[in-house]
């Protein structure tokens, strides 16, 4: 059974940058491709960045160009590295594999306790 803990999050001025870091267990993490989502407060939660088992990315339009996501499969970890912050980006992220719905938010019946990334103006 996966087990998510994401870190790495915190408060920052726009502009700035933060990298949070997602360690898994319970599942052969090489084998499966990974994505972070956030949830900002009253709103539904998105999906942020891919990274598939063999190391491709894709992003959301709104982050593209902004955050970077990568692996560790040595370290069963997955990264998303967010620069340029905007006070939009403010949010709960989290991460989490594929679940039988693709990465549809409402197919999930687990999440990690994600990590709060604020960003302040």
């Known amino acids: 059974q996966v087990r998510l803990v994401e870190s790495g999050g915190g408060l920052v001025q726009a502009g700035e940058s933060l990298r949070l870091s997602c360690t898994t267990s319970g599942i052969m993490f090489s084998s499966y491709a990974m994505g972070w989502y956030r949830q900002a407060p009253g709103k539904q939660r998105e999906l942020v960045a891919t990274i598939t088992s063999g190391g491709t990315p894709n992003y959301a339009e709104s982050v593209k160009d902004r955050f970077t996501i990568s692996r560790d499969n040595a370290k069963n970890t997955v990264y998303l590295e967010m620069n340029s912050l905007k006070p939009e980006d403010t949010a709960v992220y989290y991460c989490?594999?594929?679940?039988?719905?693709?990465?549809?938010?409402?197919?999930?019946?687990?999440w990690g306790q994600g990590t709060q990334v604020t960003v302040s103006s």
């Open positions: 989490n594999v594929p679940s039988r719905r693709g990465w549809d938010p409402a197919g999930y019946d687990y």
